[in-house]
């Protein structure tokens, strides 16, 4: 099972940009797809983006799209989500998740590895 540490967190007033990333290690990394889950206080679990193995297929959560990309560097074993434009609404932890699978799915149950976590804060 693939073992997914998240960095890259922090507190930021609304309209900046943040980068996370996620660093993979346990197992090949090149065929599965990995993607970002959020969970803002009081909230439940949202789906926010996920990418395929190749990087050439990506998928977007309504709130997110046209603000936010995904991004994976396999020989690096390391995935990527630029956030641009943050509202405070973005504001959540952050969690990196990987799914053994061809298929992108929003459906956090089918993730089988996450990470701890990174928070993010927007201010307004």
């Known amino acids: 099972q693939v073992q997914l540490v998240e960095s890259g967190g922090g507190f930021v007033q609304a309209g900046s940009s943040l980068r996370l990333s996620c660093a993979a290690s346990?197992?090949?990394?090149?065929?599965?797809?990995m993607g970002w889950f959020r969970q803002g206080p009081g909230k439940e679990r949202e789906f926010v983006a996920a990418?395929?193995?190749?990087?050439?297929?990506?998928y977007y959560g309504d709130s997110v799209k046209g603000r936010f990309t995904i991004s994976r560097d396999n020989a690096k074993s390391m995935m990527y989500l630029q956030m641009n434009s943050l509202k405070p609404e973005d504001t959540a932890a952050y969690y990196c998740?990987?799914?053994?699978?061809?298929?992108?799915?929003?459906?956090?149950?089918?993730?089988?590895?996450w990470g701890l976590g990174t928070q993010v804060t927007v201010s307004s």
């Open positions: 990418i395929s193995w190749t990087g050439g297929v990506t």
């Open positions: 346990g197992e090949p990394t090149s065929r599965i797809i």
């Open positions: 998740v990987a799914r053994k699978a061809t298929r992108i799915v929003t459906d956090p149950h089918e993730y089988h590895s």
